[in-house]
């Protein structure tokens, strides 16, 4: 299995926590979920494309995860649980709104 690198803001982390009660660590380990399923997040800024990914975690929760690319490390900025109609998408496997299955 291809070993992905993350980085990430611990102090984003504890907010992210504290709001939405998904760790970064986790939010991590459903990259390697190989039915995740992602889409440009369409308030990229100019900055920084930034993209929107659901996978599950090894419990099974699907989560919501927005991250983006700098240099060989995927920046995890926020992640959730994934709400009713997000987990609708991912558990049917359907390509709308621009989600797209990703390459295990």
Request: aromatic letters at 12%; hydrophobic letters at 30%.
């Amino acid at each position: 299995m291809l070993e992905l690198e993350f980085e990430w803001d611990i102090r984003k982390e504890s907010e992210n926590i504290r709001l939405h009660g998904v760790y970064f660590d986790d939010a991590a380990e459903a990259f390697y979920d190989c039915h995740r399923m992602e889409r440009r997040d369409d308030d990229s800024d100019g900055y920084e494309d930034r993209w929107q990914t659901l996978c599950s975690l090894p419990t099974g929760d699907v989560i919501f995860v927005v991250y983006t690319e700098r240099g060989d490390a995927i920046r995890i900025i926020s992640a959730r649980v994934a709400e009713p109609y997000e987990r609708r998408i991912y558990n049917g496997g359907n390509e709308i709104h621009g989600w797209q299955r990703t390459d295990p």
